[in-house]
């Protein structure tokens, strides 16, 4: 089931409380000016945010001087070569960051995410109840650790 609605009626940060509030799984879709982006929920926390402007897990990592370009490179190349390895896998898997890390630098980028588009008031919006998306980045190493 998907409800949707215009932004200009319902804020973002009312979106979001309703589905943290109701423990609802699921994607919130938003799209402004032919610009998408995506916030999915598991149980009413957010599981990822994505939109075109944001920054990458592996911007963070970098930034924050936990990997160097050349981890990053060897990492990339991993994944190129084990099309089901995700770029956080092959990260945790040369031990080139922790459990720890690679969620930090997730945390970050869903938070500077969230707040971008918070201040957004005008374009659409869709929530799917049957879709809860993944950051690519670390999809594959989350769902590992979940399981």
Known sequence: MSISGSLADIAIVD???????????????????????????HRGRIASAWAAASPSVANYLLESGKITSSQLERADERRRTVPALSLGQALLEDGDVSWQELRD???????????????????????????????????????????
């Open 15 to 41: 979106l979001l409380q309703f589905v943290h509030m109701s423990q609802r799984s699921g994607t919130l879709q938003l799209e402004r000016r032919g610009e998408e982006a995506h916030i999915s929920f």
């Open 105 to 147: 630098a997730v945390a970050a980028k869903v938070e500077r995410t969230i707040f971008e588009l918070g201040v957004v008031n005008e374009g659409t919006w869709r929530r799917s109840a049957d879709e809860v998306r993944a950051d690519d980045e670390v999809a594959a190493a989350l769902e590992r650790a979940v399981d």
